[in-house]
Structures are given as C-alpha cells and as structure tokens.
C-alpha cells in the first residue's frame, strides 16, 4: 500500500454520490492529515494496519521549539483520507498511464477499509477524527497544504 501525506491547515472531500451530479460534502477536517491511499496487488490487511501505525506515527508537526517533532495523535491532528487508485500509475511507457498496478476496486476497497479502521483505533485514543471520502465515486479534494509537508509512505 501507498499513501500520499500532506499536513494541512483544512482539507475538504466532496462526492458525486446524487443522482443529478452534485457534489456532496463528505469528509472534512481542519489541522491535521490529508491521506491519499492507494493499493496495489499484493496488499493485505498486514499492510493496511502497518500503513496506518506508519502515518499516524510520522512526526510532522511542530514541538515547542519549532521543530518537527509531533505526531497528529499528539497534537489532536485529525485525517482525512481518500482512496486514490492512480498513486499506482504508471508512466514508464509514454505519456499516458498505465493502471495495472493498481488493485481492482473489489480488492482495494475493503483493505483501504482496514486502513482507515486502524487509523481510527490509533486517532480514538487522542479524540482525533478521522473522515473519508467515498469509495468509487467522483470527488473533489479541496486542502490547504501546511509548510508544504507532503510525504510518500509505503507498507
């Protein structure tokens, strides 16, 4: 598995999930983690919980000193997390993508399931929130990157 982090000061998913095409407000959070999640096929559910523990851990945010030395669950950071198929593309064959590396939505769906249960195991100890875009459907990702921080983590 593979996620995309940015720290952000507020970030904002919206779905098409109407019949009529409107986008939805699904998902939102003000400081914390925006998390794109994608998987590939050789991902299980060990995966899904170690990429978790991986960026709930990642000491992004800043101490009193300025330094980058906090975790979200340490300064009540929440995540918002959105599966992202297209982190498994491929360019290394022309100019348009291909997505054979990325799972199949039935595979990738209950393992990005399991990583967000696992977030949320970790992020319920420190009152942090954890909310989610919606699967297999077309969103919007508004945020507002943070330093920029923007990290690549894999499990």
């Known amino acids: 598995m593979r996620a995309l982090v940015q720290r952000v000061t507020r970030a904002e998913v919206r779905s098409r999930i109407e019949p ?4 939805v407000p699904v998902g939102a959070i003000a400081a914390g983690l925006c998390v794109l ?6 991902d ?3 995966a899904a919980r170690a990429l978790a523990r991986k960026v709930a851990g990642l000491r992004v945010f800043d101490d009193d000193d300025g330094v980058m030395n906090l975790a979200a669950p340490e300064v009540g950071a929440g995540f918002l997390v959105v599966s992202q198929f ?5 360019t290394d064959r022309g100019r348009r993508p291909s997505w054979v590396d990325a799972a199949r939505p039935e595979v990738a769906e209950p393992l990005v399931g399991l990583f967000v249960a696992a977030l949320r195991e970790i992020a319920d100890e420190t009152g942090a929130v954890v909310e989610t875009g919606r699967f297999r459907t077309e969103m919007e990702v508004e945020l507002v990157n943070d330093g920029p921080v923007t990290l690549v983590v894999e499990a």
């Not at 009529?20 to 986008?23: A, C, N, R």
């Not at 999640?37 to 050789?42: A, D, L």
Request: charged residues 10%.
């Open 86 to 90: 297209t982190l498994y593309g491929s």
């Open 44 to 46: 299980s559910g060990d």
């Open 37 to 42: 999640v994608g998987v590939t096929h050789s």
């Open 20 to 23: 009529d095409g409107v986008l």
